[in-house]
């Protein structure tokens, strides 16, 4: 099993929809996590940190769920400019950032 | 916020040489960087942790004799690719540690002909 999994899509949503992600890790001792946006040929930039009590950014949510061992990132009103690929990262207590392998969001007109 | 750079941003070069990579933080000192890499279409896979002044910590299936790392001030940690062949062609990126978060250079495309 994969320690860090996520769907990889691609989520194919038109603009102004609202589109979620899950992510599941299975390091139980996982201290921190986030989410990082990657567009293409680019590197990974955080998007948000995800905290226990949940999150939000503007039209992004995040939520953990430690008794289940997912983060979830909710996207509201999507543009056009949200297109590009979501990884959700988990931070072991050693400061190692272990990554999912992203999910692709296409957002259409 | 933090500004890590690497240089260079894209390098070609034959089979057998060898390819320096450096990432330096730039307002920030940093006692850890990570070097990662990211095949197309995949995750970014940490190659090894590098500590400032000490060996840097590979990760399992990461050769160290292979891709040699240098962490000799607070600002700079290089990855040398040694003979390097085209399967070693990837995105290779680095990040600086501060505490509960890293900032992520703009990464180098190599590719072996």
């Known amino acids: 099993r994969k320690e860090v999994e996520q769907d990889p899509g691609p989520f194919n949503v038109p603009e102004g929809a609202t589109v979620a992600f899950n992510c599941t890790y299975s390091n139980s001792a996982s201290q921190s996590f986030f989410w990082y946006r990657q567009d293409c040929r680019k590197e990974p930039k955080l998007l948000m940190s995800?905290?226990?009590s949940g999150n939000e950014d503007g039209r992004f949510t995040a939520q953990l769920n430690r008794a289940s061992q997912y983060i979830s990132l909710l996207i509201r009103d999507s543009k056009l400019s949200d297109s590009a690929t979501y990884l959700c990262?988990?931070?072991?207590?050693?400061?190692?950032?272990?990554f999912g392998t992203g999910t692709r969001l296409q957002v259409f007109p | 916020g933090a500004v890590v750079s690497q240089h260079p941003s894209w390098v070609i070069c034959k089979s057998g040489t060898s390819v320096k990579i450096e990432c330096r933080s730039l307002d920030f000192q940093a006692t850890t960087m990570f070097w990662y890499r990211q095949f197309p279409k995949q995750s970014l896979m940490l190659m090894a942790t590098s500590n400032e002044g000490s060996k840097a910590t590979y990760e399992q299936g990461v050769e160290k004799d292979k891709f040699l790392i240098n962490h000799a001030s607070l600002t700079l940690s290089t990855l040398t690719v040694t003979s390097a062949h085209p399967e070693d062609s990837s995105f290779y990126i680095c990040?600086?540690?501060?505490?509960?978060?890293?900032?992520f250079g703009p990464g180098t495309r190599l590719t072996v002909l």
């Open positions: 990040s600086a540690g501060v505490p509960d978060t890293q900032y």
């Open positions: 990262a988990v931070n072991e207590a050693t400061d190692k950032l272990i």
């Open positions: 995800v905290y226990s």
